[in-house]
C-alpha cells in the first residue's frame, strides 16, 4: 500500500505498568477509522472507538487483562467521509488481528502493527458474535428513499452505527446518535436491488472531538430487502401488460361476483372471535419482489375469474373448500379508487392485481404516492359499467389472463348474508388446498412480465 498514513494507539495493561500499543497503516484517503476491540469470550464486554485520523495517536479506554488464556480480537475499518452534513462513510480498506496478551516477567511492552488492505467489497463486523434479534423495519418513501426504524427507545443517547451494504458497491456506514433508531438513507435507490443493513448499538462511554467509544448493547443480525418499484416503473410494467393483453385478445365480461377461497376454520374464527368482521391483513410477498405493497399495504384479495364456457366462478379452488361470493355491485362502487399494482405469472397463467381502497383513506394515500391510479370507469382490467339502469361490473378475460383485486376494507360477513349481498358454497380443492404462508414469487425468467 502507498501513500499509507499512520495511526497510534496505546492502552493499559493490568495495573498499568506495561502498555499495549497498535500502529495502524491506512491509505491516506481515509479521515476516521472504526474499530471493534473486544475479549473473543461472548461473555466479556469489549469497546467501539470511532477515532478521527487527524489525530495521530489515541488513548484506548480498555485496561487489557494478561495470563488470562483468551484472545482479543481487533477489527478495523478505514472510512471516508462522504458528506458534511450526515455522518456518512464508505470503506476504503479492513484489517483486523487477535492476539494473546501473555504475563511476563520483564514486563515489556507489547506493540501490534496492524495493515488495512483495501477491498471493494466488505463483510459486516461481529459476525456470528453475539448477535441478537433486534427488528429492524424498512420503510420506503417515493420517490424511492428507504428508512430504518425500531420502536425501542432508549432512556438516553445511544449510538447507532449502521451498516449498509447494496449488490455490487462499497459498504456504506452511518453513525446515529438518538434515543431510537429512526434513520433514512441520504440517497434515492436503484430498483430491484437486493440490500443488507445491520446495525450496532452501544451506550456511549466518552465522546470527544477526536474518539468516541462506546460499549456494544446490541449486535443485530442482518435484515435483507429488496428495493422496489417507483411510479415510472410502475407505467413500464402497465404497457407490458397492456401489450400482453393485446396479444391474447382480451376481451370484457360481466361478471356477478367477487369470490374469495378459504379454509372452513379461516371462516370460523371471523365468525367467533371477530363478530363477523373480515379484517384486512398484511399483503405477503406473492408476485413481483419489487412490487412496493408486499409487506406494507393490508387488504383481502378476491378472485374474478370465470369459466369462458358458462361464466360463472371458476369449478374448484386452491385456496380452500369454502367460497364467499360477494355481489360484484356491492363491492366495486364510484366512490372508490383503483391502482395498478402488479403484473406476474407462475409458469402458466398470468395475472393483474389492482387495488380497491376508500378514498382519503390510508391506504388510498399509500397507492397515490406510488402506484399507477386507474379509472374505475375506465380502464383495461376491471369497470364499473354505468348506466341509467344498472350498474355492470366488467372484467377482462383473456386466455391465460386473470384479474385479481385487493380491497382494502373490513368487511362485515355476517350484514353481508343478512342483506343478501353476498352468500357461501363449498368447492373441490386442487393442488395444496391453501395458500403458501408468504406467497410465491414470480417467474424470473418470463420475458413477459419482467422488467
Not at 155 to 166: A, C, E, G, L
Not at 345 to 370: G, M, P, Q, W
Request: hydrophobic share 35%; charged share 25%.
Amino acid at each position: 500500500m502507498t501513500n499509507s498514513q499512520e495511526i497510534l494507539f496505546h492502552g493499559q495493561i493490568d495495573d498499568g505498568n506495561r502498555k499495549m500499543h497498535f500502529k495502524v497503516l491506512g491509505p491516506e484517503r481515509m479521515n476516521c477509522l472504526l474499530l471493534f476491540l473486544r475479549p473473543e469470550i461472548p461473555s466479556l464486554s469489549g469497546v467501539t472507538m470511532i477515532a478521527d485520523v487527524t489525530v495521530n495517536e489515541h488513548d484506548l479506554p480498555m485496561i487489557f487483562v494478561s495470563g488470562s488464556g483468551y484472545y482479543y480480537c481487533l477489527e478495523i475499518y478505514g472510512l471516508k467521509k462522504e458528506t458534511e452534513k450526515k455522518e456518512h462513510y464508505t470503506s476504503l480498506a479492513y484489517g483486523g488481528t487477535k492476539f494473546l496478551v501473555a504475563k511476563m516477567k520483564n514486563r515489556k511492552d507489547i506493540d501490534i502493527s496492524l495493515r488495512l488492505n483495501e477491498v471493494k467489497s466488505l463483510q459486516f463486523p461481529l459476525r456470528n458474535h453475539t448477535e441478537v434479534i433486534f427488528p429492524i423495519q424498512v420503510d420506503h418513501t417515493p420517490v424511492s428513499r428507504y428508512t430504518f426504524y425500531n420502536n425501542k427507545k432508549f432512556t438516553v443517547d445511544t449510538i447507532w452505527i449502521i451498516f449498509f451494504k447494496q449488490s455490487k458497491d462499497q459498504l456504506h456506514v452511518f453513525i446515529h446518535v438518538g434515543k431510537k433508531l429512526n434513520f433514512t438513507l441520504p440517497f434515492d435507490m436503484p430498483i430491484a436491488i437486493m440490500c443488507e443493513v445491520k446495525v450496532i448499538i452501544g451506550s456511549i462511554l466518552f465522546d470527544c472531538k477526536n474518539m468516541c467509544t462506546s460499549e456494544t448493547e446490541i449486535n443485530t443480525k442482518i435484515v435483507n430487502f429488496k428495493t422496489c418499484f417507483t411510479k415510472v416503473d410502475y407505467e413500464t410494467l402497465y404497457d407490458k401488460t397492456i401489450a400482453f393483453i393485446k396479444a391474447k385478445k382480451g376481451k370484457f365480461r360481466t361478471i356477478e361476483y367477487f369470490y374469495r377461497n378459504k379454509s372452513e376454520k379461516y371462516f370460523a374464527s371471523i365468525t367467533e372471535e371477530h363478530s363477523g368482521i373480515m379484517k384486512p391483513y398484511k399483503k405477503d410477498h406473492n408476485g413481483d419482489p419489487c412490487s412496493v405493497i408486499n409487506g406494507r399495504l393490508d387488504g383481502l384479495f378476491f378472485s374474478t375469474a370465470v369459466n369462458c364456457q358458462t361464466s360463472k366462478p371458476l369449478p374448484c379452488s386452491p385456496f380452500g373448500p369454502l367460497r364467499l361470493h360477494i355481489n360484484a355491485g356491492f363491492l366495486f362502487i364510484p366512490n372508490l379508487n383503483l391502482y395498478f399494482a402488479d403484473f406476474y405469472c407462475h409458469y402458466k397463467v398470468h395475472y393483474v392485481t389492482v387495488i380497491l381502497t376508500r378514498r382519503d383513506s390510508f391506504a388510498d394515500n399509500f397507492c397515490k404516492e406510488r402506484l399507477k391510479e386507474l379509472d374505475i370507469h375506465d380502464n383495461p382490467f376491471v369497470c364499473l359499467n354505468t348506466s341509467k339502469t344498472l350498474n355492470d361490473i366488467i372484467v377482462c378475460h383473456g386466455n391465460g389472463l386473470r384479474i385479481e383485486v385487493l380491497y382494502t376494507e373490513a368487511l362485515n360477513i355476517h350484514e353481508i348474508i343478512q342483506n343478501r349481498q353476498g352468500h357461501f358454497t363449498r368447492v373441490p380443492v386442487i393442488f395444496r388446498g391453501e395458500s403458501r404462508p408468504d406467497g410465491i414469487p414470480k417467474n424470473k425468467n418470463c420475458q413477459i412480465c419482467n422488467i
